[in-house]
C-alpha cells in the first residue's frame, strides 16, 4: 500500500484514544480545566458511569468569547507559551489536546463566561468541527457537556465496562481532586442522586472525612514534612498501623497535587511500614508531595498521571522518611508475651514466647551480604566505636553533646515530643549474652539490641551530619586502597558529593583503584575498606527503590556500631541508652528490625500469679 498521510479526523481519533480512553478520563480532564480556571465548586454529573453523557460545571475564570473558536484546535492552550514553559509546569493541563480529543470522539459543549463580560458564549463541537456558536446568558464559569463518548468508535466502547465500574472509577477521580484541594467544593451526581460531597473548606482531614468516612479520618496520623535543605515537602494523612488493607489501592500520592502512579514512591510508603506490618497488608495513605516543578516532568504520557522526578532518590527519601517518623511515633514498642505455660521446667525461665506485635522482619539485603553479626562473634577490638582503645574509662564518644561549642543533640531540634515520650527514660540493669541490654523503665522490663539500637543512633547521627554537610571524618594516616568493579567505580565517580558528605574522602589511584584517605569516623578502628565495598554492595543493590543515601547510611551504621557478643561497661550501656532515648526513631533499626522488646509490669504480675 501507498504511503499516505491520515486525514484529519482519522489522526484525531487516534490522538484521542490515548487521552480519553474511558468516561474518567474524560471527566479527569474536565476536572482539571475546572481547577486550573480557579473554580472553588465544580460539580459534576454523570449517567451511566458517563456512558451517557457527562456534565461538569465550575465558577472559574471562564473562556473569553474570542477565544472559544479556538478551543477544539489541537495543541490550543491557554497555559504555555513557549517551550522553556514546559520545563516547570504549575497547572494541571498544559498539552492543549483534552477538549480537541473530546471532540474528536464525542459531542461537547460549552456555556462560559468570564467575569468581565456580560454575556455567556455556547459553543458545540463535534468531528473534531465546531458546529454551532452563539451568545448565550449563563452564569460566570463554565459548564461542559459530553454526550455520545465513543458512538462513532464502536471498537474503544466494547472495551469499555459497565456502566457500574466506569462509574467507579469516576468516583475515583472526583475524590483525588477532593483530597488534593480541600478548598474545592466538589459534588458528584450519578443518575441524578449525589454519590459524593466534599465540604471545600477545612482541610485534608475534612476532605479525607468525606472520603473515608469520619471515623477513618479521625484515626489517620498527619504526616507534616515541610520543604528543608531538599526542597520537597511531604503532607497528608497515613492510617495508624492497625489499620490497613489487603492492596495497595488505600494508597494514592499527589506531585504539586497532581494524582500520580509511582510503582517505586508507592513502595516508599509500603516500605516505611516495614515491620509494622505482616507482609500481605499495606496501608492507607493520602500524600501530597511539593516537588519544585523543575525537578519534575509530567510530560511523560498524554493522560499525564505518571511523573519523571530530576532527583527521584531525594523525592522517595524524604515520603519514606516523613511517613516512617509519623508511623514510628505511634507504634508501641514490641510486647513479650509470656505463653500459657503451666508449669516451668525448673532451674529456668521456661519455654517464654517472645512474640514481637511486629511481624517477622526479613532482612532488605541481598544474599551474601553481611547480616547483623550473631551473638557469639567475638571482636578482636573492645569497646564502642570512636572510643580510644587505651584501657580509659569506656565511654560512647558517639553524639557526645557536652563538649563546647557544640550543637545539641540533632533529635532534640527535629524530635517532636511525641517521641520523647514514646520511649521513657530507661534505667540499665546490666547486660545478659553480651547481646542486649536489660533496662527498666516506668513500666516493667526492656531488653534493648545493642547492635539494633547502636546502629539506630549511628544512623541518624550519619543522616544529620550529612545533611548539614560536616560529617565527622577520621583522617587515615596510612590511606587504603580499593580496588574496584566497573560498576562500583561508576559509583563512585558519579556520587563524590554524596560519599564526601558521609566521610567518605577519596582519590583516585589510577586504574580501578580508589585510595580512602579518611572514612567516617564511627568506622575508626573497623576495616574501612570492607564497609566501603560493603557499602557500594548494597546501594547497587537498592537502586531501584531504595535511595542510595538510606542504604549508605544503614550500612556504615551498620559496620560502625557495637556488635552482638561485645561486653559493655555500665558507663558505655547508660550512655547508649541514653543517645536511643534522644532519637528519633528509637524503636527500629535501619533496617527495620525492633532495637527493644517491653515485658510489662502488668504482665509479670500475671505470670507471678500475683493478679
Ligand atoms: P489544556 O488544559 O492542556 O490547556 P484543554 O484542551 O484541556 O487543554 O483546554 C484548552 C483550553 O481551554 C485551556 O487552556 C483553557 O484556556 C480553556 N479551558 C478549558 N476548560 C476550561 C474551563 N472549565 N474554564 C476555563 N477555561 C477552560
Ligand atoms: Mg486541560
Redesign the pocket.
Known amino acids: 500500500m501507498p504511503i499516505r498521510v491520515l486525514p484529519h479526523e482519522v489522526a484525531a481519533r487516534i490522538a484521542a484514544g490515548e487521552v480519553v480512553e474511558r468516561p474518567a478520563s474524560a471527566v479527569k ?2 476536572v ?3 481547577l ?2 480557579g ?1 472553588t465548586a465544580v460539580r459534576v454529573e454523570v449517567h451511566a458511569g458517563g456512558l451517557g453523557g457527562v456534565r ?1 460545571v ?1 465558577n ?4 473569553p468569547a474570542a ?1 472559544v473558536a479556538n ?1 477544539f484546535q489541537r495543541h ?5 507559551t513557549a517551550a522553556e514553559d514546559l520545563q516547570s509546569i504549575e ?11 473530546l471532540a474528536a470522539v464525542a459531542r461537547v459543549s ?1 456555556l ?1 463566561r468570564t467575569p468581565e463580560s456580560n454575556a455567556a458564549t455556547y459553543v458545540e463541537a463535534a468531528n473534531g468541527r465546531i458546529q454551532r456558536q452563539e451568545p448565550r446568558g449563563g452564569p460566570v ?2 459548564t ?1 457537556s459530553v454526550e455520545e463518548l465513543f458512538e462513532q468508535l464502536p471498537a474503544r466502547k466494547k472495551f469499555l465496562r459497565s456502566a457500574r465500574s466506569e462509574q467507579s472509577r469516576v468516583h475515583g477521580v472526583i475524590t483525588n481532586y477532593a483530597l488534593a484541594y480541600p478548598d474545592v467544593r466538589f459534588t458528584l451526581v450519578a443518575d441524578g442522586r449525589t454519590a459524593f460531597a466534599s465540604p471545600g473548606e477545612g482541610g485534608l482531614r475534612e476532605a479525607a472525612s468525606a472520603v473515608f468516612g469520619r471515623e477513618a479520618a479521625q484515626a489517620f496520623l498527619a504526616v507534616d514534612a515541610p520543604a528543608g535543605a531538599s526542597a520537597i515537602g511531604v503532607a497528608g494523612l497515613v492510617s495508624p498501623p492497625e489499620s490497613t488493607r489487603a492492596n495497595r489501592s488505600g494508597i494514592t500520592l499527589f506531585v504539586n497535587r497532581r494524582p500520580v502512579q509511582h510503582r517505586s514512591l508507592t513502595y516508599a510508603v509500603t516500605e516505611a511500614y516495614h515491620g509494622l506490618l505482616p507482609s500481605d497488608r499495606f496501608p492507607i495513605a493520602v500524600l501530597l508531595l511539593d516537588v519544585p516543578p523543575e525537578d519534575v516532568d509530567v510530560n511523560v504520557h498524554p493522560t499525564k498521571a505518571e511523573v519523571r522526578f530530576r532527583r527521584e532518590g531525594d523525592v522517595f527519601a524524604a515520603l519514606q522518611r516523613a511517613v516512617r517518623e509519623t508511623v514510628i511515633a505511634v507504634a508501641p514498642v514490641p510486647e513479650i508475651e509470656w505463653g500459657a505455660v503451666a508449669q516451668p521446667p525448673t532451674g529456668g525461665l521456661g519455654p517464654v514466647t517472645v512474640t514481637p506485635r511486629v511481624p517477622e522482619f526479613a532482612p532488605p539485603m541481598p544474599d551474601g551480604a553481611p547480616r547483623s553479626p550473631d551473638a557469639g562473634v567475638t571482636q578482636p577490638q573492645f569497646g564502642l566505636p570512636g572510643m580510644p582503645d587505651d584501657g580509659a574509662p569506656a565511654r560512647v564518644v558517639l553524639a557526645r553533646d557536652d563538649t563546647p561549642g557544640a550543637t545539641p543533640p540533632p533529635s532534640h531540634e527535629q524530635a517532636p515530643m511525641t517521641m520523647m515520650q514514646a520511649l521513657p527514660a530507661l534505667r540499665v540493669l546490666g547486660q545478659t549474652q553480651e547481646t542486649y541490654i536489660v533496662a527498666e523503665g516506668p513500666d516493667g522490663l526492656y531488653l534493648i539490641d545493642q547492635h539494633a539500637a547502636h546502629e539506630c543512633v549511628v544512623y541518624e547521627r550519619l543522616r544529620l551530619a550529612a545533611q548539614r554537610g560536616a560529617p565527622d571524618v577520621q583522617g587515615l594516616l596510612e590511606p587504603a586502597a580499593v580496588a574496584l568493579s566497573p560498576a562500583h567505580e561508576e559509583t563512585v565517580h558519579d556520587n563524590p558529593d554524596v560519599l564526601a558528605h558521609y566521610g567518605w574522602l577519596l582519590e583516585p589511584f589510577g586504574g580501578r583503584t580508589t585510595l580512602l584517605r579518611g572514612v567516617p569516623a564511627v568506622l575508626a578502628g573497623r576495616d574501612p575498606a570492607k564497609a566501603f565495598l560493603d557499602m557500594l554492595e548494597q546501594a547497587a543493590a537498592a537502586a531501584e527503590f531504595s535511595t542510595w543515601e538510606d542504604r549508605i547510611s544503614a550500612t556504615v551504621a551498620c559496620h560502625g556500631s557495637v556488635r552482638a557478643g561485645q561486653t559493655l561497661s555500665r558507663e558505655e550501656m547508660v550512655e547508649l541508652v541514653r543517645l536511643l532515648e534522644r532519637t528519633q526513631q528509637p524503636h527500629t533499626c535501619p533496617h527495620g528490625r525492633p532495637t527493644m522488646l517491653h515485658l510489662s509490669a502488668g504482665n509479670l504480675e500475671r505470670e507471678f500469679g500475683r493478679r
Open positions: 480532564e474536565l482539571e480545566n475546572s486550573d480556571a473554580s461538569v465550575d472559574g475564570g471562564g473562556i477565544d478551543l490550543a492552550t491557554s497555559k504555555l497547572t494541571l493541563g498544559f498539552r492543549g489536546e483534552a477538549l480537541y480529543s460549552i462560559t464559569g463554565a461542559v
